[in-house]
């Protein structure tokens, strides 16, 4: 099986590795700079509580070098995801699968819902590039449960997690997504094959779209947001609105706030991955997990001033840093 992964990341590079070195995927990686540079030198690198785990890379920086591909795994950042659409085509035959391992409201998430039709999302796909790059019909939805960082270029930290939520974008299973829960297994993850996985990303989210921006904005770990209680309420607040618009669109959430945000108090002090890319200077992902809750929210008709606040605040912070485009 010829996999590529685009992004070779924490998340990428977390895929990358146990996948290479399952040896029942032939994988290779489309990255640059020092990243691309360290694959070339040093390949796939993973440590792991049990060790360091190696295995050789196919590294380039033109896609189209590669060929058509069985599986594309796309593990960039939001920001980056319509340039990579764009050179994507050369990867894709008529069975190539795409699996976005990435955070937020992926661009095909309302892709045929009542009151959506086929009109992208403007706020993760504007102008629909993406749409027209990738076809839904090649899509298999994803949500990555772990935690990774890249200490340097090219090696991945994996601290917790392993736990991989894959189905059809429009619900039930199929032997496509059962073969590559299959490949993903036999690679050390906990693949689950979920019937709807469109749930299971609006259920992540539900937790990350104030987490991540609140802990940016504050410079904050998650355990101090919970101890604060007008933090805390405000989080649970906006979190009552997506609750509210995914009971709109088919994705209802059982759980309350506080019962989600006891299960956040088990990570500790820990920092977010919008908090990580804050420190470091990268672009922040404030479309994919809060502008589009909000854009969500006025196409079915549901009042979000809590999210509205969030996303308000979110973007001038990272407009400020030169971490999100300007108006």
Same mark, same amino acid.
């Given at each position: 099986?010829?996999?590529?992964?685009?992004?070779?990341?924490?998340?990428?590079?977390? !895929?990358?590795?146990?996948?290479?070195?399952?040896?029942?995927?032939?994988?290779?990686?489309?990255?640059?700079?020092?990243?691309?540079?360290?694959?070339?030198?040093?390949?796939?690198?993973?440590?792991?509580?049990?060790?360091?785990?190696?295995?050789?890379?196919?590294? $380039?920086? =033109?896609?189209? /070098?590669?060929?058509? =591909?069985?599986?594309?795994?796309?593990?960039?950042?939001?920001?980056?995801?319509?340039?990579?659409?764009?050179?994507?085509?050369?990867? #894709?035959?008529?069975? $190539?699968? &795409? #699996?976005?391992?990435?955070?937020?409201?992926?661009?095909?998430?309302?892709?045929?819902?009542?009151?959506?039709?086929?009109?992208?999302?403007? /706020?993760?796909?504007?102008?629909?590039?993406? $749409?027209?790059?990738?076809?839904?019909?090649?899509?298999?939805?994803?949500?990555?449960?772990?935690?990774? /960082? $890249?200490?340097?270029?090219?090696?991945?930290?994996?601290?917790?997690?392993?736990?991989?939520?894959?189905?059809?974008?429009?619900?039930?299973? /199929?032997?496509?997504?059962?073969?590559?829960?299959?490949?993903?297994?036999?690679?050390?993850?906990?693949?689950?094959?979920?019937?709807? &996985?469109?749930?299971?990303?609006?259920?992540?989210?539900?937790?990350?779209?104030?987490?991540?921006?609140?802990?940016?904005?504050?410079?904050?770990?998650?355990?101090?947001?919970?101890?604060?209680?007008?933090?805390?309420?405000?989080?649970?607040?906006?979190?009552?609105?997506?609750?509210?618009?995914?009971?709109?669109?088919?994705?209802?959430?059982?759980?309350?706030?506080?019962?989600?945000?006891?299960?956040?108090?088990?990570?500790?002090?820990?920092?977010?991955?919008?908090?990580?890319?804050?420190?470091?200077?990268?672009?922040?992902?404030?479309?994919?997990?809060?502008?589009?809750? =909000?854009?969500?929210?006025?196409?079915?008709?549901?009042?979000?001033?809590? !999210?509205?606040? #969030?996303?308000?605040?979110?973007?001038?912070?990272?407009?400020?840093?030169?971490?999100?485009?300007?108006?």
């Amino acid at each position: 099986m010829k996999v590529c992964i685009i992004g070779a990341g924490a998340i990428g590079g977390f !895929i990358g590795t146990r996948l290479a070195a399952a040896g029942r995927a032939q994988v290779s990686a489309v990255a640059r700079g020092a990243t691309l540079a360290a694959l070339r030198e040093k390949g796939w690198r993973l440590q792991t509580a049990d060790g360091l785990v190696q295995a050789p890379a196919h590294a $380039t920086d =033109q896609a189209a /070098s590669l060929g058509v =591909q069985d599986l594309v795994v796309i593990a960039v950042k939001g920001p980056a995801l319509a340039g990579v659409a764009q050179g994507i085509a050369s990867l #894709l035959g008529p069975e $190539t699968l &795409v #699996l976005p391992a990435m955070n937020g409201v992926p661009w095909w998430f309302c892709q045929g819902l009542p009151g959506f039709g086929d009109a992208p999302l403007a /706020s993760v796909d504007p102008g629909g590039e993406i $749409t027209r790059a990738i076809p839904l019909a090649q899509v298999v939805g994803c949500v990555v449960h772990a935690a990774t /960082s $890249t200490p340097e270029p090219g090696l991945v930290l994996h601290k917790m997690g392993r736990g991989l939520l894959i189905g059809e974008p429009g619900g039930g299973q /199929s032997e496509r997504v059962q073969r590559l829960a299959d490949l993903l297994n036999h690679a050390g993850f906990e693949a689950t094959h979920s019937a709807d &996985v469109r749930y299971d990303i609006w259920y992540k989210l539900w937790g990350n779209m104030t987490m991540n921006p609140v802990s940016a904005i504050t410079g904050a770990t998650v355990d101090r947001l919970l101890d604060d209680d007008l933090v805390r309420g405000f989080c649970s607040a906006a979190m009552q609105e997506a609750g509210r618009i995914g009971a709109r669109i088919g994705c209802p959430i059982a759980q309350s706030p506080e019962e989600r945000h006891a299960l956040t108090r088990k990570l500790g002090a820990f920092k977010t991955s919008m908090l990580q890319d804050a420190e470091a200077g990268r672009a922040l992902e404030i479309d994919a997990l809060v502008a589009a809750v =909000q854009e969500i929210g006025q196409r079915v008709g549901e009042a979000t001033p809590n !999210i509205d606040a #969030l996303l308000g605040l979110v973007r001038l912070f990272a407009r400020v840093r030169n971490l999100y485009p300007a108006a």
